[in-house]
């Protein structure tokens, strides 16, 4: 059932080519998982606010599309959480990109640290470092102190 789950959706949904995904039977090249440096969500009230960034799963390969196997979080998950993802295995055609949105919203005061991380189709893992802060709200103003 596996292996026709992605037959059935490729004729089924056959727009998906021109969002940058594919799916294919073969693994393919490379990926780029960007911002390659990783993201710091900065300062957040915890409870109240909440920072949204756009991550790019970015074909490398010039010709044939880069096989995706999974994206998935590591870390601090409870503050850090995907809120949209394609939908994985897929192929990232040749100079296309797939989004990732990652949502922080902290739960507490303190640090929080996580890893977006992704599996391509020759098991090479990639991934990038996420940041955030909740920070201390003492005078009960909605507001970091």
């Not at 959706?9 to 594919?22: A, S």
């Not at 599996?119 to 909740?134: S, T």
């Amino acid at each position: 059932m596996r292996v026709l789950l992605p037959v059935l959706l490729l004729l089924l949904l056959p727009g998906c080519g021109q969002m940058g995904l594919e799916y294919a039977a073969e693994n393919t090249a490379e990926l780029a998982l960007e911002p390659l440096e990783g993201w710091d969500f900065g300062e957040l009230l915890p409870e109240h606010e909440a920072g949204v960034h756009n991550f790019s799963l970015r074909s490398a390969e010039a010709e044939r599309g880069t096989y995706v196997e999974d994206a998935w979080l590591d870390g601090d998950t409870g503050a850090f959480v995907i809120e949209r993802e394609p939908e994985l295995p897929a192929v990232i055609e040749a100079g296309k990109h797939a989004s990732i949105v990652v949502r922080f919203r902290p739960e507490k005061s303190g640090s929080f640290r996580a890893q977006l991380k992704a599996v391509d189709g020759n098991g090479a893992r990639y991934r990038v470092e996420l940041l955030g802060q909740g920070c201390r709200n003492n005078d009960g103003n909605r507001r970091c102190d």
